[in-house]
C-alpha cells in the first residue's frame, strides 16, 4: 500500500455518461496530481491541485474538471465520456519540497 | 519545453543478459530524473532517482548532462525484472510535475 488511495478500481460505464473519481493523498501531502495512461497516449500530466487551488494544467478537455476539498482529497470528474477516454488514470501525491511522488492504484475506467 | 524520449517501446532480451533502457531528455535547466516501473498494469513505483545515486534491484542510471541521457541499466536481467519502465522528467519551476517518456516494455526471456 503506497498511502494514496484511489477509488473505485473499476469503472465501465456508457458513452456521454458523467463519473467522478477519487483520490486520498498521503498523510501530510498538499499536492495531488492527475494522470492518464493510455496506450497510444502514455502517461499524460492532467492536472494538480495543491492545498486546495489548481496549480497547473497539462492535456486536460474541457470536459473534464478536478478539485481538491479541505481535506485534501481530490475528485476528476470526466463527463460526456466518450470510447477514446477509456484508459487508467493515476493520481500522484507529494509533499511540498520533497522530490518523491506517490502513485495511487489507478482506476481503469472502460466506457462502451 | 519539458520531453522525455524513451525510443524503444519494447526491449526483449534473455535471463542473465545485460539490460539496457534509454532515455533521452529535452530542458532548459537541471531537471531531475526518475525512473519509474509499472507491474502488470499496477501503479507506478519509484525505482531509481538521479540525485540519490543509489542501486535499486541491480539497476543504475547515470545522467549525462552532456548527452542529455539518463539510461537505465543492469548487468544481468531477471525474469521479473520483465514490466514496463517510464522515465521521467521534474523541472525546478512551476507545478514541477512529472513529465513522463512513453515507456519501454522490458521482456525478460528464460
Known amino acids: 500500500d503506497s498511502g494514496v488511495t484511489q477509488t473505485p478500481k473499476h469503472l465501465i460505464t456508457a458513452t456521454g455518461q458523467r463519473v467522478t473519481l477519487r483520490c486520498s493523498p498521503r498523510?501530510?501531502?498538499?499536492?495531488v496530481y492527475w494522470y492518464q495512461q493510455s496506450l497510444d497516449q502514455g502517461l499524460q500530466f492532467l492536472i494538480q491541485?495543491?492545498?486546495?487551488?489548481?496549480?497547473a494544467k497539462g492535456n486536460i478537455l474541457e470536459r473534464f474538471s478536478a478539485q481538491q476539498f479541505p481535506d485534501l482529497h481530490s475528485e476528476l470528474n470526466l463527463s460526456s465520456l466518450e470510447l477514446g477516454d477509456s484508459a487508467l488514470y493515476f493520481c500522484?501525491?507529494?509533499?511540498?519540497?520533497?522530490?518523491?511522488?506517490?502513485f495511487g492504484s489507478g482506476t481503469r475506467l472502460t466506457v462502451v | 519545453a519539458q520531453r522525455v524520449t524513451q525510443p524503444e517501446k519494447l526491449l526483449s532480451v534473455f535471463k542473465g543478459a545485460p539490460v539496457e533502457l534509454k532515455c533521452n531528455y529535452s530542458?532548459?535547466?537541471?531537471?531531475?530524473l526518475f525512473w519509474y516501473v509499472q507491474y502488470s498494469r499496477q501503479r507506478l513505483q519509484l525505482l531509481l532517482r538521479?540525485?540519490s545515486r543509489e542501486s535499486i534491484k541491480g539497476f543504475t542510471a547515470d545522467l549525462n548532462k552532456g548527452e542529455t541521457s539518463f539510461h537505465l541499466k543492469k548487468p544481468f536481467a531477471q525474469e521479473e525484472d520483465s514490466a514496463m519502465y517510464y522515465c521521467?522528467?521534474?523541472?525546478?519551476?512551476?507545478?514541477?510535475?512529472?513529465?513522463f517518456g512513453q515507456g519501454t516494455r522490458l521482456t525478460i526471456n528464460p
Open positions: 530542458y532548459s535547466g537541471s531537471p531531475e
Open positions: 500522484a501525491s507529494r509533499l511540498q519540497g520533497a522530490c518523491g511522488y506517490t
Open positions: 521521467a522528467l521534474r523541472g525546478w519551476k512551476g507545478a514541477q510535475k512529472l513529465v
Open positions: 491541485y495543491y492545498n486546495g487551488e489548481e496549480r
Open positions: 498523510s501530510g501531502d498538499l499536492s
Open positions: 538521479h540525485i
